[in-house]
C-alpha cells in the first residue's frame, strides 16, 4: 500500500518513513503544504498522514481543498495541535482520524490499518478468502489453519489484493502500490511473484484477467486462466 506522509519535520519523516516502510508501506514524502496537495490529488495513494503545521499551505487547508475537490482519500491528521478546536477544524474539513505528537508508532500504525480496512469496507482486522486468512495487523497470513511464510512483496501484493477482493485491479494499480520509486517494475517479475502466491496459498486464489490485471477470490475457487 502507498501512503502520502506530508510532514515538514524532516528528521521526523524519515523515522516515520522508515517504521512505515519496515511494515510493508511504500512511502512518498511532502515537506510542504502546496505539494501535499499535488500529490494527494494526482498520486496513487491509499491514504495521506498530514501533519497540520505545514509550510506554504496548512494542512487544514489541504484538507478543505482536497474534498472540494472531490476526493475520498482517508486522511489520518498527526499532528502537534492538541487543542480541542483544532481537533474540531480538521474533522469539518474531512479528516477522518486524529492522532497527536508524540506519539508511539505501534498506534500510528494501528489507527492507519484501521483506517484503510474502513475505507475498503472491512470491519475486522481477519480477512479470509476460501481456506486463506490474512491478520491485517500482524501480517500473518494461513492457510487451512497453517501459517504461510511470504517475502516481504508477496505479503505486499497479497495484502493489496486482499483489501480489493472481487475486484479487478491493474497491473499499473499494483506496482504503484508495492513498489518502491527505484525498484524495478517489470510486469514480468510481477507475474512471477503472482505465480509463487498461487504456489504457497492455491491456484485459485489470484486470477489473471487478460488485458485488465489481477482479482483475488472471495471463495478462492478453481478457475482457468485466461
Known amino acids: 500500500m502507498r501512503l502520502l506522509l506530508a ?16 511494515e510493508g508501506y511504500v512511502v512518498d514524502i511532502s515537506r510542504d503544504g502546496e505539494d501535499a496537495l499535488f500529490q494527494a490529488g494526482s498520486g496513487p495513494y491509499g491514504a495521506l498522514v498530514l501533519d497540520l503545521g505545514l509550510p506554504l499551505l496548512d494542512g487544514v487547508a489541504v484538507l478543505d481543498r482536497l474534498r472540494a475537490a472531490g476526493s475520498t482519500l482517508p486522511v489520518l491528521v498527526l499532528t502537534a ?17 486524529y492522532l497527536t505528537k508524540p506519539f508511539r508508532i505501534e498506534e500510528l500504525l494501528l489507527r492507519l490499518n484501521a483506517l484503510l480496512r474502513r475505507a475498503a469496507g472491512h470491519a475486522s482486522a481477519r480477512i479470509a478468502f476460501g481456506d486463506v486468512s490474512l491478520d491485517t495487523v500482524t501480517g500473518a497470513v494461513e492457510r487451512e489453519g497453517i501459517p504461510v511464510r ?20 491493474s497491473r499499473s494499480d499494483l506496482t504503484d502500490h508495492v513498489y518502491d ?12 511473484i503472482v505465480s509463487r502466491l ?28 485466461a
Open 150 to 169: 511470504l517475502t516481504a512483496l508477496e505479503a505486499r501484493i497479497l495484502a493489496y489484493l486482499a483489501m480489493r477482493p472481487d475486484q479487478v485491479v
Open 7 to 22: 510532514e515538514d519535520d524532516a528528521a521526523l519523516a524519515a523515522e516515520i518513513a522508515g517504521r512505515l516502510g519496515a
Open 198 to 225: 498461487r504456489r504457497k496459498l492455491g491456484a485459485g486464489l489470484i486470477e489473471t484477467v487478460r488485458g485488465a490485471g489481477y482479482r483475488l477470490r472471495r471463495d478462492g475457487a478453481a478457475y482457468a486462466l
Open 181 to 192: 520509486h527505484d525498484s524495478d517494475r517489470d510486469f514480468n517479475s510481477l507475474e512471477v
Open 81 to 97: 495541535r492538541d487543542r480541542l478546536a483544532d481537533k474540531a477544524a480538521a474533522f469539518r474539513a474531512g479528516a477522518d482520524d
